[in-house]
């Protein structure tokens, strides 16, 4: 490290289809911070918007009541001149002597969000206006790769012969369906008799379908996309296939790694949220914590996270055990490294590497990937299919089969979001000039 952190936050869960998913990916950044640091806050926005604090957040028990327990503390965030940002631990005023909102300068925040505004852009942007580092991705970066089609015209500039390729599809809105549903239908069929059907800014799979263009279940299955997003991207159907993820980080100097390789195993040849999330067998790699053997901070492995760990903070010391029932996306089946020839793994993480830099991402981000297959399962093309700027459990099980443990990886990412938001603030310069004089007549 070469900074110590006065204080970090970790925010998830908001307003969105993946909220849960994002309380999982929480409580696991939190865990891992507490490895080499002692001053970490959880910082929980519920479904309505509203920020919390406090000890029970780190239990995840907690989330699974109506209301949340006695102990959490309803907060907010603040930009001061002197002190940068600032955590507000909103205190109840019981009296004319009741207790005062408790101040708590951050150094850095950890985004945890998957999915709406919280991956979408819109709170890595609240964030750069109050000049709060945080790892992950900045928020023009973040709103492009969240909308599908978007991220699909950004992949197809970059796409070439040797590199990758990106699937036939379409973007349709709901009131282009409603205003010519036969056109509509007509695009969808062009792309193929099996097409897959994607929200446009959604994740984790949720939403996600494919659909026969010759049943009558099309119009069936694009009505319940619409309850999703106002607006729908249809691909075609690759088969045989299989999907590869890799995900990348960028170091201090600018320069982007790739991790390793993995082949996610789907239940019925496309990854569901069932997969991802609700599948606790854990794979046959990767679904360990990333702490020591016999470490107080316990693992992430087939049966769930056990925390023993101590933390401090202004609140005082915690010393709990939690039990997580899962561990998202590090519970998911998978091959890794991923059974592919040494030519395909580089290709992938060359592709993965320029993408990266074409959406100018920043912290972890994953990209998913399908390599089409000819009947006898030789690999024969390359198509890119997602990017994740907050990927499910920060994808650390591939960072650790490249060699670098969770903790690690997130302290790495918080050198470059204190560089890059310092950077930011420099460049933030007034410029002087007589307009105002000119309309005063002064």
């Known amino acids: ?83 940068g940002g600032i955590l507000v631990q909103e205190r109840a005023k019981k009296g004319l002597f009741g207790a005062s909102d408790l101040d708590i300068a951050l150094d850095v925040a950890v985004l945890a969000f998957h999915g709406g505004d919280g991956e979408g852009g819109s709170w890595q942007g609240y964030l750069e206006s109050l000049a709060i580092p945080f790892v992950g991705s900045g928020s023009m970066s973040a709103s492009l790769a969240q909308d599908k089609s978007k991220a699909r015209a950004i992949a197809m500039a970059y796409a070439t012969p040797e590199s990758f390729s990106v699937a036939k599809g379409v973007t349709l809105s709901e009131k282009e369906w409603i205003t010519a549903p036969e056109l509509c239908e007509e695009k969808i069929v062009a792309l193929g008799k099996d097409v897959i059907l994607k929200p446009a800014r959604l994740g984790s799979s949720i939403g996600v379908e494919r659909v026969t263009t010759t049943s009558n279940q099309l119009k069936e299955a694009v009505e319940r996309g619409f309850q999703y997003d106002d607006r729908l991207v249809f691909e075609e159907r690759l088969s045989p296939m299989i999907e590869i993820n890799c995900s990348v980080r960028k170091r201090a100097d600018g320069s982007y790694e790739a991790s390793a390789c993995e082949q996610p195993i789907a239940s019925d040849g496309a990854l569901s949220f069932e997969d991802k ?28 996270f056990s925390a023993g760990a101590k933390h401090s903070h202004e609140q005082g010391k915690l010393g709990t055990s939690n039990d997580i029932d899962g561990s998202g996306m590090a519970s998911l089946k998978r091959l890794l490294p991923a059974p592919i020839e040494q030519a395909w793994t580089q290709r992938i993480q060359e592709a993965a590497v320029t993408l990266a830099e074409a959406f100018d991402t920043s912290g972890v981000v994953r990209f998913d990937f399908i390599l089409k297959t000819t009947k006898e399962g030789m690999l024969k093309e390359l198509y890119f299919n997602e990017c994740n700027t907050i990927p499910g459990s920060l994808s650390f099980y591939l960072w650790q089969e490249s060699g670098v443990s969770f903790p690690e990886l997130l302290d790495d990412a918080m050198v470059v979001a204190k560089q890059e938001m310092g950077a930011r603030i420099g460049r933030q310069k007034p410029f002087e000039s007589n307009l105002l004089k000119q309309y005063s007549g002064s």
């Open 1 to 83: 490290m070469s900074f110590p952190p006065r204080h970090i936050l970790v925010l998830f869960g908001a307003p969105s289809p993946e909220h849960e998913v994002s309380i999982l990916t929480g409580l696991q950044v939190g865990h891992a911070l507490l490895e080499h640091h002692t001053h970490v806050s959880l910082g929980y926005v519920d479904k309505s918007g509203q920020l919390w604090t406090g000890d029970p957040l780190w239990n995840i028990h907690s989330y699974t009541k109506k209301i949340l327990p006695k102990g959490c503390i309803r907060a907010r965030l603040r930009k001061d001149a002197t002190k």
């Open 277 to 304: 999330y609700m599948n606790q067998d854990g794979g046959a790699t990767g679904a360990k914590f990333g702490t020591s053997s016999g470490s107080k901070q316990g693992s992430f492995g087939q049966k769930g």
